[in-house]
């Protein structure tokens, strides 16, 4: 919905439509369904409730960005979508070809799809990708998640892969997995389930050895930046090639 984002590894976000179910214990505090019982996007939060698609404006908004990115040179990295799911089963699979079909409009946008349903993704993903201006993540928070849910990214082409653990709520074990990008944070709002440092450490130094480009965004707190966003003493925030510069 906005050009300019506040989360430190996206420097835009696009709604396509609004509205979710939780399907994971990243979900239990999901700051898309506090912020709606404020806004009143759609009516209630969850199974059963009519997805609200966005205005023809806001959807016109990736077109007006890579125009804008044709003049300056500047490539945006864009993140799809902060209040929904992609590949939600109660989504109209029209709108999902619409969003393709943006994507297909707006080459000089880097496009970044994160979803809590990677095992949808196959078959909701259009018959042409992966597109070279899109790479796709899952959001993984558990280590049992880490086990089912890793595979299903892995064998889902994409022009680069990403992990987000987020908020990073224990310890987990990547094994031998090469995603291209790992992101880990803690939680904002109120009621947030306190960092666990020694599992974010855990996390950054196995990407340090498996050469996976490791991006921490903060701390979490109930205005989640609160704590701030080093990890003893030092920021990480790095980006896989796709996404860097």
Known sequence: ??????????????????????????????????????????????????????????????????????????????????????????????????????????PLLRWIFLTKRIGNAAKMLPPDWPFPNAGLMSTIVTQAEWDRDWPKLARTPAAWRGVSIEPTLEHIDIGLARPDWIITGGESGPGFRPLDMDAVRSLRDQCARAGIAYHHKQNGGVRGKDSGCLIDGEEHKFFPAALAA
């Open 1 to 106: 919905m906005a050009e300019i984002s506040a989360i430190s590894w996206t420097d835009g976000t696009f709604n396509p439509w609004i509205g979710c179910t939780r399907v994971s214990p990243a979900c239990d505090h999901c700051y898309a369904a506090r912020n709606n019982e404020r806004r009143q996007w759609v009516e209630g939060w969850g199974a059963g409730v009519p997805r609200h698609r966005t205005s023809v404006q806001n959807w016109n908004n990736p077109r007006r960005w890579n125009r804008k990115a044709a003049q300056t040179g500047e490539r945006p990295r864009i993140f799809c979508a902060s209040l929904a799911d992609v590949f939600d089963n109660e989504v109209d699979q029209a709108w999902r070809d619409d969003l393709w079909q943006l994507v297909r409009e707006t």
